[in-house]
């Protein structure tokens, strides 16, 4: 008999505890997974095998670990347990180039509406990842996958909505000046995401450099956060060079070059300098 009928009934079909007797030896296993290795199922045959389970309800469906001892118990064995390097090369040699279908995805998405995982979990998630480096192809592959791509409203509505009262992680924790370092050279030209092959004006990108920003705060802190023209304390605050910063790149970043002011007060100080350029011009 070459292939099954169309109306065959297995011998066995209906009778429970299948399965549940002898178990393979440790030489019977390895035989068995002897005997598999090298073996690709053709598409059709995946195919046929995803047909026939159609409709079948897993043995282990609605089952928990507090209401089924085997769902325990199989979580315990697991539990600690790591794939070796060897074991996930060869997992991630099977997987390249494979896609999920838009069904697969929907299905994917479907099963996970609703699951928030335990703070215990988040815990060992963020300690497992602590520490690791992304290898440059790695982050390309990534920033290639989101290029385009676009939040719904709906879908940052949600996640607002799931962030109401978590406290972050960083919260009252400030950076170290050569943390902010490290960060903004991680992020300069062709490491940045939003890189598009250098259109910004430069002086523009030298604007938002670090040291720049380190300047500004410099200046305000000086000043006590206060407009030196009118007086006035906070608000939006702008740190202006005394000598020009196009014509003096030596002084752009010194702190007794600059000075406190308000917006109003600075709009002020760049009209009256283009007054005086604009006199010295006719004079000349």
């Not at 325990?72 to 060869?90: D, L, P, Q, V």
């Not at 604009?278 to 004079?283: C, D, G, I, K, V």
């Amino acid at each position: 008999m070459s292939k099954f009928e169309d109306d065959h009934v297995p011998w066995n079909k209906g009778i429970k505890g299948m399965g549940m007797g002898p178990k393979h030896t440790e030489e019977s296993k390895r035989k068995i997974s002897e005997a598999h290795k090298g073996k690709n199922l053709s598409i059709e045959h995946r195919k046929k095998m995803s047909e026939a389970k159609k409709g079948c309800i897993p043995w282990n469906k609605g089952l928990t670990k507090s209401t089924d001892g085997r769902i325990k118990k199989g979580a315990e064995k697991g539990i600690g347990k790591k794939h070796s390097a060897e074991t996930r090369k060869k997992i991630s040699e099977v997987q390249k180039g494979k896609k999920l279908s838009p069904e697969q995805i929907k299905k994917m998405v479907e099963s996970r509406k609703g699951y928030s995982p335990s703070e215990e979990t988040r815990k060992k998630i963020g300690d497992a990842n602590r520490g690791k480096i992304r290898s440059e192809e790695f982050r390309k592959k990534i920033s290639e996958i989101n290029k385009g791509r676009r939040t719904s409203k709906e879908t940052k509505e949600k996640l607002s909505k799931v962030m109401i009262g978590r406290i972050g992680y960083n919260k009252d924790k400030k950076l170290s000046e050569e943390a902010k370092k490290k960060l903004s050279e991680n992020s300069k030209g062709e490491k940045n995401h939003n890189w598009r092959g250098g259109i910004t004006p430069k002086d523009k990108c030298l604007r938002v450099t670090i040291e720049f920003r380190l300047w500004r705060e410099a200046v305000f802190a000086r000043d006590n956060w206060m407009c030196q023209d009118c007086g006035k304390r906070g608000g939006r605050l702008h740190a202006h060079h005394i000598k020009p910063f196009a014509k003096f790149p030596e002084l752009r970043t010194s702190i007794e070059n600059g000075i406190t002011l308000c917006i109003e007060c600075h709009k002020r100080k760049h009209i009256r300098r283009a007054n005086d350029n604009a006199e010295l011009l006719r004079s000349g």
